[in-house]
């Protein structure tokens, strides 16, 4: 499968971007680079969800499931795509809106907010994964943007940026499970760099984030 940067297609709102995903947002499959993927219904895929389903579909047969038909972790999936995931360029756009907010520190509050009532559902099981031993499509879903988070949260005065349940299996995934630490090493190092070329100002924050983050979303697990 290959990575491409919407830069290369014109950029997100280019013509020839927005055939492919009429909002003009990342993440968007093309079919045709994945193993046997054009299979002649749909060329193009948008929104990380579908994406993820798709795939989860397609690789069914292959371990780990990422427990598709799970409704504990499809509900924990969903909320934070429903509640977080639009607040989240509070933390990387240049300026208004966040979301309905008007005022980046109200969309932040309400992210946090969100955060807290998404940790209320994060059950008390033992295990490296939110649902115990088996990875499932909320860690998926969780995790990279959970690593934009607790990244970026503290450079806006916020000391602790995850609430612990959710701290806990953060760290313990992104030392116990190679695959998450490729990712956490994929993505905090994008952002530090960002940061040592002067992309974001911690001063007066900031941001061309969307260009430094290919993508946020869960389907870079
Ligand atoms: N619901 C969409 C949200 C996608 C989204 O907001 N992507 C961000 C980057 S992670 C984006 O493309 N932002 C640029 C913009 O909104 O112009 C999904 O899950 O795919």
């Known amino acids: 499968m290959a990575v491409v940067s919407p830069s290369e297609l014109g950029g997100l709102k280019s013509p020839e971007y927005l055939a492919i995903h009429p909002q003009g947002k990342m993440p968007a499959l093309q079919r045709c680079f994945i193993p046997d993927g054009d299979d002649g219904r749909l060329p193009c895929?948008?929104?990380?969800?579908?994406?993820?389903?798709?795939?989860?579909?397609?690789?069914a047969s292959l371990s780990p499931s990422f427990q598709p038909c799970n409704p504990q972790s499809n509900v924990i999936a969903r909320f934070f795509d429903i509640y977080l995931a639009p607040l989240q360029g509070a933390m990387y756009k240049f300026g208004p809106p966040f979301a309905q907010f008007g005022m980046r520190a109200d969309a932040l509050k309400e992210y946090q907010k969100q955060l807290s009532i998404l940790e209320q559902m994060i059950p008390e099981v033992d295990g490296l994964y939110l649902l115990g031993n088996e990875v499932s499509y909320a860690d998926a879903t969780l995790f990279p943007s959970l690593i934009f988070a607790n990244f970026m949260l503290p450079k806006f005065g916020v000391e602790t940026p995850l609430p612990p349940k959710l701290s806990k299996w953060f760290d313990q995934v992104r030392e116990e499970d190679s695959d998450f630490k490729k990712i956490y090493q994929e993505v905090s190092q994008t952002g530090e760099s960002a940061f040592a070329n002067s992309i974001f100002c911690s001063a007066a924050p900031l941001i061309t984030l969307t260009a430094a983050f290919p993508c946020l979303t869960k389907n870079r697990l």
């Open 45 to 59: 895929l948008a929104e990380s969800d579908c994406i993820s389903r798709m795939l989860m579909d397609r690789y």
